[in-house]
């Protein structure tokens, strides 16, 4: 018997629309979807390597209980209700001795259950919630909700007359509901784009101008394009009469980047900036791409402010062919489902790196060095237990070693993932999570949203949301959870008048688009203004115009660290599907064809990458590349052998063994990935 289904794949953070061939119970194929407005037939790499993640042989199955030390890798299967039993019995416990905020709740990235994890803790009562916000989209969040209230997506459906990818790479990961395909329609149908990025990327070789600029000085670039555009009179007058605050206190303040002091500290041409600059700036529309590259250094937050004011002071908020603010649809979703408005005043007050990262506080999440401080020194109070739904923690984030005595001390983990990761082999109960085919959804996304069906099931493997709520009935959660996933999902739904089974049938329903909302409603600020001068950051202790705190100024030896997503993984994901990995068999180093000479290494040899703070380091292979500067080396991310033992597997070529927790990001404690000063050694064994 063969069926055929429509869903969105979740293999990255794209939400392409896909056809999927069921044969006897079993899926027999996945293509894209032709009739997705979004994807339009475009299906990538990962995509297609869906179905053999699904049917993967090293998938857990059954929920396991450790026996033997952490990281042994021993366990012993156990069925689901003494897993859950022990899990709720753990968190009660601990509740009643050292209060909720004794349990911190986890997560990797969003896999449209986010709201979930929220939502759980939430209702339990803690306010430690722990994820890669800080690193990801969340700066770009508060960054523009500082600024003008809401949050944009770049409107590729109006083909921009001028794109800038910053910090963005969409041939590699679509991310947000903004996929690759739409920015590269927009280039064949007339668009300019300019890409912004340390690398030579396949999207900067499709670019008119490839700005190539020094890690972590983004900010620098934006604040001296922002000088040349007030300069020249290239900004919009009547948006910045009318609707702007602090135009006056930006021009004296920008006037210091001049365009030789830019292009000393970001290593970018005068006339290139000059060329992109203008070319923005007098396109009738223009649109910003922004990625993780630009979140993930100590000027993260200000760099996003910046390229934001850019936009504003041009004309391009909320502006066919721009920045366009989202409309979110009307269900029970991001905003309203998570409950923030359960946790008592009392108990947010106790988020864990409040005090130190206001703005990060803000959105409900915590900074990953707080909590392993928490559980290490029992400062501000003790941290006993981590749930961690879908994060292979000791991959993800920065000082992997900090991370790993963690985990090591404190009293009580649960890992719920596809596959025994290193986390995972640290985790006293381990509970087997399904892929996005085994799993109903509602895709929730800036332009659409859409049902994501569960086609498929693997033994006794359980969504995250299933999980959660059986977690939340053991724990007398119940009133606020569901005896189904069905059941919430018809929750969620009922505002725009459909539940779950019609909502399938439908499969995709667009948001309106509305333009220029801010010309009758104002912007959803306190004052109703674009703020480019910011009062309330101000008040906070922050800067009110968008600062640079220099990166790596000056340097005598070694070079500066950068890194991005591959097409062939997403984050530490993949590593083990055979057909992505063969693409991508080694953690790879990019070095310029000068440093490697300089250096004495050759193409394909092992190198060891270290810092003067760790001597170790880790075991990279050599790519030689003029696609890079000198003076910088480009990394693969996040890398782990789920082929080798615990001890290695994790350590040996995972570039956070060497990041730290410093420098980071004062508004959002962003770590500063792409910056760090990075030394280079041949290593002994080539092998």
């Given at each position: ?31 894209g979807?032709?009739?997705n407005?979004?994807?339009k ?29 952490r ?7 156990i ?15 601990y ?37 890669p ?18 949050f ?9 007359e001028c ?18 395909i ?13 890409v912004?990025?340390?690398?030579r ?13 020094k ?8 604040l ?10 290239w900004?919009d ?14 021009r ?28 923005y ?5 223009a649109?910003?791409?922004l ?7 100590k ?9 934001y ?22 269900i ?13 005043e ?20 915590v900074?990953?060095e ?31 070693k ?26 006293d ?10 799993r ?8 659409f ?50 539940n ?27 004052n109703?203004k674009f ?37 062939f ?84 070529s ?25 030394k ?8």
């Amino acid at each position: 018997m063969v069926s055929i289904f429509k869903s969105i794949c979740r293999m990255c953070h794209g939400g392409c629309g896909v056809v999927i061939t069921l044969k006897n119970g079993r899926v027999q194929s996945i293509i894209g979807d032709k009739d997705n407005p979004n994807s339009k037939g475009f299906i990538c790499l990962k995509g297609k390597a869906s179905i053999e993640l699904l049917y993967h042989p090293d998938r857990l199955k059954y929920p396991m209980k450790r026996v033997g030390k952490r990281g042994g890798g021993q366990f012993k299967t156990i069925d689901w209700d003494e897993a859950i039993c022990i899990v709720a019995e753990n968190c009660i416990s601990y509740r009643g001795e050292y209060g909720a905020e004794s349990m911190v709740m986890c997560q990797g990235t969003d896999r449209n259950y986010q709201e979930w994890i929220f939502r759980f803790a939430n209702t339990f009562g803690t306010p430690n919630v722990l994820g890669p916000a800080h690193i990801c989209f969340y700066p770009r969040l508060m960054a523009s909700i500082f600024t003008f209230g809401e949050f944009t997506f770049p409107d590729f459906e109006s083909v921009p007359e001028c794109i800038v990818a910053w910090g963005s790479n969409k041939m590699n990961g679509s991310s947000d509901g903004v996929v690759g395909i739409r920015l590269l329609e927009a280039v064949e149908n007339g668009s300019q784009l300019v890409v912004i990025d340390p690398k030579r990327t396949r999207l900067a070789e499709k670019a008119k101008y490839w700005l190539q600029i020094k890690p972590g000085t983004d900010v620098v670039l934006a604040l001296g394009m922002i000088n040349m555009i007030i300069q020249n009179e290239w900004f919009d007058k009547d948006f910045v009469n009318d609707y702007t605050v602090g135009f006056d206190e930006l021009r004296e303040y920008a006037s210091e980047y001049s365009l030789e002091k830019v292009s000393n500290i970001t290593w970018v041409p005068p006339d290139l900036i000059e060329k992109v600059t203008h070319m923005y700036a007098r396109a009738n529309s223009a649109a910003f791409d922004l990625g993780t590259g630009v979140t993930q250094n100590k000027n993260s937050f200000d760099t996003i402010r910046s390229v934001y004011i850019i936009s504003g002071i041009c004309g391009n908020i909320d502006e066919p062919g721009g920045d366009i603010i989202w409309q979110p649809s009307n269900i029970i979703g991001r905003r309203k489902f998570p409950l923030t408005e359960h946790l008592s005043e009392k108990q947010a007050s106790k988020r864990l790196g409040s005090d130190k990262y206001k703005i990060l506080a803000m959105t409900g999440w915590v900074p990953p060095e707080a909590v392993w401080d928490a559980i290490l020194t029992k400062k501000p109070y003790p941290v006993k237990g981590i749930l961690i739904f879908g994060s292979n923690l000791l991959t993800n984030y920065a000082n992997s070693k900090s991370i790993y005595k963690a985990l090591q001390q404190v009293d009580f983990s649960l890992v719920t993932d596809l596959f025994l990761t290193p986390t995972a082999q640290m985790a006293d109960i381990v509970l087997p999570a399904s892929s996005w085919l085994e799993r109903d959804q509602i895709v929730e996304f800036n332009s659409f949203i859409a049902a994501r069906r569960k086609i498929a099931q693997v033994d006794d493997c359980k969504s995250d949301e299933e999980i959660i709520n059986l977690l939340a009935a053991k724990m007398g959660l119940g009133e606020y959870f569901w005896n189904s996933v069905e059941d919430a999902l018809d929750f969620k739904l009922k505002p725009i008048g459909y539940n779950w089974k019609q909502f399938v049938e439908k499969s995709y329903i667009a948001n309106d688009l509305e333009y220029s909302k801010y010309r009758t409603k104002g912007f959803k600020t306190k004052n109703n203004k674009f703020n480019i001068y910011n009062e309330g950051l101000k008040r906070m202790g922050y800067p009110p115009l968008p600062q640079y705190i220099p990166i790596n100024e000056v340097y005598s030896s070694g070079y500066i660290l950068s890194s991005g997503h591959l097409p062939f993984s997403f984050n530490s994901e993949f590593r083990n599907v055979d057909s992505l990995r063969n693409k991508e068999p080694f953690p790879y180093i990019y070095i310029h064809p000068l440093s490697a000479e300089k250096e004495g290494i050759r193409d394909g040899e092992w190198v060891i990458v270290y810092t003067d703070q760790n001597y170790d380091g880790v075991r990279l292979l050599v790519k030689i590349s003029d696609n890079i500067d000198p003076r910088v080396i480009y990394i693969t991310a996040a890398w782990w052998y789920p082929e080798l033992e615990f001890s290695e597997a994790w350590t040996k070529s995972n570039i956070n063994m060497i990041t730290t927790d410093e420098c980071a990001d004062l508004q959002m404690g962003a770590s500063n990935l792409r910056g760090i000063i990075c030394k280079i050694r041949k290593e002994k064994c080539q092998v």
